[in-house]
């Protein structure tokens, strides 16, 4: 076996050379007394009066640009009680390519929850990214990175050496540290950088108590054989100021003789800085209702889970509305009370409450615009290869971005949580609890998905823990390819949809111009502001509503619906779209954006729920029609008066009391006839059997969702009803 850290030193820390004070004043000194790596760190005294702190010039400049880096930052400050709360005098770090050149980042702001490893802060910083950016110090190249620095100004008078720097380390961007070969474990990967003093401590993985802490990407094999095995272990990968990708678990199997196992092991995302767990998130708002041109806020219609500081793309989502923002273009958000945000052009101005965006609210009807926070920095776990074997049992996949699997993985047991999309291919999930979504309305968290006969005895659980967008899909299928699927006992919890296949209307007489009302063939369910898909499942009329197109509901009764652009038009029911009823007289559908599948493969689909799990809510795409339904199967044992079964009896069963032929067939060898049934509710059958020789015999029974099982026995020359 090896483990093999991706990093590279620039410099150890273990003399001055190159050191210097950003005030100047006293130089740097070498600190024997508290160091992370070898034996020193190189440390200075900032005071009240002087923002300041150590840092280091190189050599040689190293491009950070053209292969995004990492510069793995190790910071000391042994009196953490003492940092500002103040950002301008907060925990800082710099990197640039000079002392004039540089961008700044604050790494820690007040004394709170200060996370000690030894006392070490240790943060992934990638420069390119400009969401996290404080400040800038001249013009920084990234091609020619040479220059890190760290500092902070103390709220009190303290130690004469209150802020440290020890060894210099970057990673680039998906890399972090590798385990080839046998007999590999997480903790062979903490050896090889905390416990190597000497050519390792780079930051990767570290330990606290009985958990592992991880900055970058562990990666698991390569090409040639892998073996690695591990159980009860606990992996918190850390978002620090590092972009999507930068973090997470890569695990190749491609050898037909690779074996992968976690058992029992705990994978979670946390954020380094800042705390909290980070999520991904995106929101959308009505840009003449939820635009406040007077204080510059937007006010979102539900819970946004934003806070202050965070980099956000706005999109005009296709409209033309013009409210002072432009399409694609990056903010920073303060948040103003519960709801409402003001958006900065910088992360300064966010914190300072200074500059806010001019914007201006459009005529209405307004259109549904968004803001999505960037970027998505969970932690990620992909595998690739298909010719060894990777099994998860009973493990905690928690706050990550995507999990990525082969057709040689099998997740078994355990929970998925915070997660925002699982690319299953033709893996195994077996028993495993899904749970806090990160999607959004109209979106799956299994997707693509073909193989939904791979997916048994599991939970999904759409409801978001963290916030109160629990939106989205819990699959998407993408292929007709193996229908009727199989739905082995999987439950879906808060998965709505007013019906199995969406909600009818008919163009003619359900459409009411005058109102723009719609009047559904039945009670819809839906509530005001919920998310709908409109269908004209595959006709030509035309009722003023775009196919495929998202819309949003005001319930005016039971039976009556207005459509919007927006969710606050819908929840206000103000700015109703312009129906028009078809000439043809079709039947259109309103689907849910939040049902437990969506249908998108252009064809037709059988699920059949079995094992008392449950018949799912659809969402049918253009060209898709599902049936959903419960299935059991029913098993009739037929044996003679010796207790020996009876190939080839004719068994019928009928309803009862109709007489209405459900199935008919002839037992097995093993004396069986079995068929399957779909359930919707208890129902009572008779059983008829026959065979040469022997008199006719009849059954009663009841099927129910557990299917049903008649075992009787044949008697010659004598007649028998049996109970």
Same mark, same amino acid.
């Given at each position: 076996?090896?483990?093999?850290?991706?990093?590279?030193?620039?410099?150890?820390?273990?003399?001055?050379?190159?050191?210097?004070?950003?005030?100047?004043?006293?130089?740097?000194?070498?600190?024997?007394?508290?160091?992370?790596?070898?034996?020193?760190?190189i440390?200075?005294?900032?005071?009240?009066t002087?923002?300041?702190?150590?840092?280091?010039?190189?050599?040689?400049?190293?491009?950070?640009?053209?292969?995004?880096?990492?510069?793995?930052?190790?910071?000391?400050?042994?009196?953490?009680?003492?940092?500002?709360?103040?950002r301008?005098?907060?925990?800082?770090?710099?990197?640039?390519?000079?002392?004039?050149?540089? %961008?700044?980042?604050?790494?820690?702001?007040?004394?709170?929850?200060?996370?000690?490893?030894?006392?070490?802060?240790?943060?992934?910083?990638?420069?390119?990214?400009?969401?996290?950016?404080?400040?800038?110090?001249?013009?920084?190249?990234?091609?020619?990175?040479?220059?890190?620095?760290?500092?902070?100004?103390?709220? *009190?008078?303290?130690?004469?050496?209150?802020?440290?720097q020890?060894?210099v380390?970057?990673?680039?961007?998906?890399?972090?540290?590798?385990?080839?070969?046998?007999?590999?474990?997480?903790?062979?990967?903490?050896?090889?950088?905390e416990?190597?003093?000497?050519?390792?401590?780079?930051?990767v993985?570290?330990?606290?108590?009985?958990e592992?802490?991880?900055?970058?990407?562990?990666?698991?094999?390569?090409?040639?054989?892998?073996?690695?095995?591990?159980?009860?272990?606990?992996?918190?990968?850390?978002?620090?100021?590092?972009?999507?990708?930068?973090?997470?678990?890569?695990?190749?199997?491609?050898? *037909?003789?690779?074996?992968?196992?976690?058992?029992?092991?705990?994978f979670?995302?946390?954020?380094?800085?800042?705390?909290?767990?980070?999520?991904?998130?995106?929101?959308?708002?009505?840009?003449?209702?939820?635009v406040?041109?007077?204080?510059?806020?937007?006010?979102?219609a539900?819970?946004?889970?934003?806070?202050?500081?965070?980099?956000?793309?706005?999109?005009?989502?296709?409209?033309?509305?013009?409210?002072?923002?432009?399409?694609?273009?990056?903010?920073?958000?303060?948040?103003?009370?519960?709801?409402?945000?003001?958006?900065?052009?910088?992360?300064?101005?966010?914190?300072?409450?200074?500059?806010?965006?001019?914007?201006?609210?459009?005529?209405?009807?307004?259109e549904?615009?968004?803001?999505?926070?960037?970027?998505?920095?969970?932690?990620?776990?992909?595998?690739?290869?298909?010719?060894? *074997?990777?099994?998860?049992?009973?493990?905690?996949?928690?706050?990550?971005?995507?999990?990525?699997?082969?057709?040689?993985?099998?997740?078994?047991?355990?929970?998925?949580?915070?997660?925002?999309?699982?690319?299953?291919?033709t893996?195994?999930?077996?028993?495993?609890?899904?749970?806090?979504?990160?999607?959004?309305?109209?979106?799956?968290?299994?997707?693509?998905?073909?193989?939904?006969?791979?997916?048994?005895?599991?939970?999904?659980?759409?409801?978001n823990?963290?916030?109160t967008?629990?939106?989205?899909?819990?699959?998407?299928?993408?292929?007709?390819?193996?229908s009727?699927?199989?739905?082995?006992?999987?439950?879906?919890?808060n %998965?709505?949809?007013?019906?199995?296949?969406?909600?009818?209307?008919?163009?003619?007489t359900?459409?009411?111009?005058?109102t723009?009302?719609i009047t559904?063939?039945?009670?819809?369910?839906?509530?005001?502001?919920?998310?709908?898909?409109?269908?004209?499942?595959?006709?030509?009329?035309?009722?003023g509503?775009?196919?495929?197109?998202?819309?949003?509901?005001?319930?005016?009764?039971?039976?009556?619906?207005?459509?919007?652009?927006?969710?606050?038009?819908?929840?206000?029911?103000?700015?109703?779209?312009?129906?028009?009823?078809?000439?043809?007289?079709?039947t259109?559908s309103?689907?849910?954006?939040?049902?437990?599948?969506?249908?998108?493969?252009?064809?037709?689909?059988?699920?059949?729920?079995?094992?008392?799990?449950d018949?799912?809510?659809?969402r049918?795409?253009t060209?898709?029609?599902?049936?959903?339904?419960?299935q059991?199967?029913?098993?009739?044992?037929?044996?003679?008066?010796?207790?020996?079964?009876?190939?080839?009896v004719?068994?019928?069963?009928?309803?009862?009391?109709?007489?209405?032929?459900?199935?008919?067939?002839?037992?097995?060898?093993?004396?069986?006839?079995?068929?399957?049934?779909?359930y919707?509710?208890?129902q009572?059958?008779i059983?008829?059997?026959?065979?040469?020789?022997?008199?006719?015999?009849?059954?009663?029974?009841?099927?129910?969702?557990?299917?049903?099982?008649?075992?009787?026995?044949?008697?010659?020359?004598?007649?028998?009803?049996?109970p």
């Amino acid at each position: 076996m090896a483990v093999v850290l991706d990093t590279t030193r620039l410099n150890d820390a273990e003399a001055t050379t190159n050191w210097t004070k950003i005030t100047g004043g006293k130089a740097p000194t070498l600190n024997p007394d508290q160091f992370y790596q070898g034996s020193n760190s190189i440390s200075v005294k900032a005071t009240t009066t002087a923002f300041d702190g150590p840092e280091y010039t190189h050599t040689a400049t190293t491009d950070f640009s053209t292969t995004p880096q990492m510069w793995l930052a190790k910071i000391l400050c042994p009196v953490p009680g003492l940092i500002s709360t103040t950002r301008t005098q907060a925990f800082i770090a710099r990197i640039g390519s000079s002392s004039t050149d540089y %961008y700044e980042y604050v790494v820690h702001a007040g004394p709170t929850s200060y996370p000690a490893i030894r006392a070490w802060l240790i943060v992934a910083v990638d420069p390119n990214l400009v969401g996290f950016r404080d400040g800038t110090g001249g013009t920084p190249d990234l091609a020619n990175v040479d220059y890190f620095a760290v500092a902070f100004q103390p709220t *009190a008078s303290t130690l004469s050496e209150n802020i440290a720097q020890d060894a210099v380390d970057y990673v680039q961007v998906g890399q972090g540290s590798i385990h080839t070969g046998s007999a590999g474990t997480f903790n062979l990967f903490r050896i090889d950088d905390e416990d190597d003093t000497t050519n390792g401590r780079a930051g990767v993985i570290y330990s606290i108590d009985d958990e592992l802490f991880c900055t970058a990407v562990l990666r698991i094999g390569d090409t040639n054989l892998v073996e690695f095995s591990d159980s009860n272990q606990s992996i918190v990968f850390l978002s620090g100021i590092v972009d999507e990708g930068a973090i997470g678990l890569t695990v190749n199997i491609t050898n *037909a003789s690779s074996d992968v196992d976690f058992l029992t092991c705990r994978f979670k995302t946390r954020n380094s800085i800042f705390g909290g767990n980070p999520t991904k998130k995106k929101h959308f708002f009505d840009t003449a209702l939820d635009v406040d041109g007077g204080a510059e806020t937007i006010t979102f219609a539900h819970a946004h889970g934003f806070t202050t500081g965070d980099y956000v793309q706005y999109s005009d989502e296709g409209g033309v509305d013009t409210i002072g923002l432009t399409d694609t273009n990056y903010y920073w958000v303060r948040v103003t009370g519960t709801s409402p945000i003001t958006l900065h052009p910088s992360r300064a101005d966010a914190f300072a409450n200074t500059n806010a965006l001019d914007l201006t609210a459009a005529t209405a009807p307004g259109e549904n615009h968004s803001i999505s926070a960037e970027p998505d920095n969970r932690a990620f776990m992909t595998v690739t290869g298909t010719g060894g *074997a990777f099994d998860a049992d009973s493990c905690i996949f928690d706050t990550f971005s995507s999990i990525t699997l082969t057709s040689a993985c099998t997740i078994t047991g355990g929970f998925i949580i915070s997660l925002g999309n699982i690319d299953l291919s033709t893996g195994t999930l077996d028993g495993v609890s899904v749970t806090s979504q990160t999607t959004g309305a109209g979106e799956a968290l299994l997707d693509p998905l073909t193989t939904p006969n791979n997916i048994k005895r599991s939970s999904f659980n759409r409801l978001n823990g963290d916030f109160t967008f629990g939106w989205g899909h819990a699959m998407r299928l993408t292929s007709t390819t193996g229908s009727p699927f199989t739905l082995d006992a999987l439950t879906f919890e808060n %998965y709505w949809s007013p019906a199995d296949n969406g909600w009818n209307f008919h163009t003619q007489t359900g459409v009411e111009p005058t109102t723009d009302v719609i009047t559904t063939d039945a009670a819809h369910g839906f509530s005001d502001g919920d998310a709908v898909f409109y269908n004209n499942e595959g006709g030509t009329d035309t009722v003023g509503l775009t196919n495929a197109a998202k819309y949003y509901v005001n319930a005016i009764t039971t039976t009556t619906l207005s459509i919007h652009a927006t969710q606050s038009a819908a929840e206000g029911d103000t700015s109703r779209i312009a129906l028009t009823d078809g000439t043809g007289g079709e039947t259109h559908s309103l689907y849910s954006g939040n049902a437990a599948v969506f249908n998108d493969s252009g064809g037709d689909i059988t699920l059949n729920s079995i094992n008392l799990g449950d018949v799912p809510s659809v969402r049918n795409g253009t060209g898709s029609s599902t049936t959903a339904q419960y299935q059991v199967t029913v098993t009739i044992e037929v044996k003679n008066t010796a207790g020996n079964a009876i190939e080839g009896v004719r068994v019928r069963v009928e309803t009862d009391p109709a007489g209405t032929l459900i199935s008919q067939g002839s037992t097995n060898a093993s004396g069986i006839y079995t068929f399957q049934y779909v359930y919707t509710a208890d129902q009572d059958v008779i059983v008829k059997a026959r065979l040469k020789g022997y008199n006719f015999i009849r059954a009663s029974a009841t099927i129910i969702n557990t299917g049903l099982i008649v075992p009787f026995t044949l008697i010659r020359d004598e007649a028998v009803n049996l109970p």
